[in-house]
């Protein structure tokens, strides 16, 4: 009798649930390590990179650290037989809070995973490459007492290209970059208005995610908003040591379906490491006000006005990308359509599946955006505002807002414009 309910009680069980069982404890475990070949570690980043040293008073790149300086991360690269005459870069502007880390699925498809020093994918073998770290950001210095600010920013992107000798450059952008980008973009409209010169030349613009409407801005309250307040600043210092709290934070930048179906524990602990780096969790709290500088700015960082009033006479073209699940700036790229439409195809916008982290969760489409604007032309001839080399600065003196103030205090930082 005990035999016979024993197999009564197997008999029970539902048919095929041990099967079933089985197969989800296999799906959990292929899902640990699914696309892991994929995902470029932190480390493997940032060490395929440089750190260089930035003064953010002369706003140069300088050989040596001193009191007045911060050191940051940059990654150059480089074809093989790089011409030197008509040479025009592509540079990389991070978004928040993932930094110049959020680029490595972009640069590793761009370029070739096999090799990626040789290899400059489908754009030629004359386009180098400039991915930019800003202050507080992945392998950069996170110092406690700095102005950190759009305006900062666009110094130290200044500053590169002019270490580098850059005079023309394809821009791609995400997230809060798009503000930088506004302001380079004014920058080139003076010195063009004022003495003629357009150079360093932004030739085309791939901004994806960015802010380019003051009235645009859609940032959930328990986001960007929180982060800038005392709440937030404890939560900044919290998700430096906690994975719960980090995680919280993260998680959202991505999409649900991308987070059910692709999202790995590795790619989130390696973007983990990436903000943490030089205590940086602290950054997402320190800079959260660019919301507030862009109405601050509203004037000055408003596309449709910059587009009008100089882009759209000097050949400078507009690929404005949003992702369909975009918590924080989906109003964006409809105002680009309304506001812009006359000027299209000049200005083309795109809206993508995914959620934020669209540069992690569509490489391959957005790999073909930037293929497509570096094969692009110029339109526009302008006469260069330099052609030799600073020797003692190794810098290239191509704007008058450049020329160095008085030496200051040890704390640089603090007078760093706003």
């Not at 073209?317 to 975009?326: E, M, N, Q, R, Y």
């Not at 526009?380 to 330099?386: E, G, K, L, M, Y």
Request: aromatic letters at 10%; charged letters at 25%; hydrophobic letters at 35%.
């Amino acid at each position: 009798m005990l035999d016979k309910n024993r197999k009564s009680n197997y008999s029970s069980t539902p048919e095929g649930f041990l099967t079933f069982q089985s197969y989800l404890t296999f799906a959990c475990i292929m899902r640990k390590f699914r696309n892991t070949d994929s995902i470029v570690s932190a480390e493997d980043w940032f060490a395929s990179g440089d750190r260089v040293h930035f003064d953010p008073n002369h706003k140069r790149i300088v050989s040596k650290a001193d009191a007045n300086t911060v050191t940051v991360f940059e990654k150059v690269i480089k074809p093989t037989s790089m011409r030197k005459d008509s040479v025009r870069w592509i540079t990389f502007l991070p978004g928040f809070p993932d930094g110049s880390y959020g680029f490595a699925k972009i640069e590793r498809e761009l370029n070739g995973a096999s090799n990626t020093n040789m290899h400059i994918g489908d754009i030629g073998d004359n386009s180098p490459q400039l991915y930019i770290e800003y202050v507080g950001q992945g392998d950069s210095d996170t110092p406690k007492s700095y102005c950190y600010s759009t305006v900062e920013r666009a110094n130290l992107v200044e500053a590169q290209w002019r270490a580098k000798g850059v005079e023309q450059t394809v821009l791609v952008t995400f997230d809060y970059s798009s503000l930088v980008m506004l302001e380079l973009l004014q920058r080139q409209k003076e010195r063009v208005q004022g003495n003629g010169s357009a150079y360093p030349r932004i030739d085309h613009v791939l901004s994806v995610n960015g802010g380019y409407f003051v009235d645009g801005h859609s940032h959930p309250f328990t986001t960007t908003p929180l982060l800038k307040s005392p709440i937030g600043r404890l939560g900044s210092r919290m998700a430096q040591r906690s994975n719960l709290v980090v995680d919280q934070m993260l998680k959202p930048l991505w999409s649900k379906e991308y987070r059910a179906r692709e999202l790995t524990r590795q790619e989130l602990r390696e973007t983990v490491k990436a903000i943490r780096m030089h205590k940086g969790a602290a950054f997402m709290s320190a800079a959260a006000g660019f919301v507030d500088e862009h109405e601050q700015n509203s004037e000055r960082w408003n596309l449709h006005d910059i587009y009008v009033d100089f882009c759209k006479d000097h050949g400078i073209t507009f690929h404005i990308v949003g992702s369909a699940k975009d918590r924080f700036e989906h109003n964006q790229i409809q105002l680009v359509r309304e506001r812009l439409a006359p000027y299209y195809p000049q200005v083309k916008t795109e809206t993508i599946p995914g959620g934020h982290l669209s540069l992690s969760e569509q490489p391959s489409r957005i790999v073909e955006m930037i293929q497509s604007l570096a094969r692009r032309g110029t339109t526009d001839q302008a006469v260069r505002s330099w052609t030799t080399v600073d020797p003692a600065t190794q810098s290239h003196p191509w704007s008058s807002m450049d020329q160095p103030p008085p030496q200051t205090r040890k704390y640089p930082w603090s007078t760093v414009r706003q």
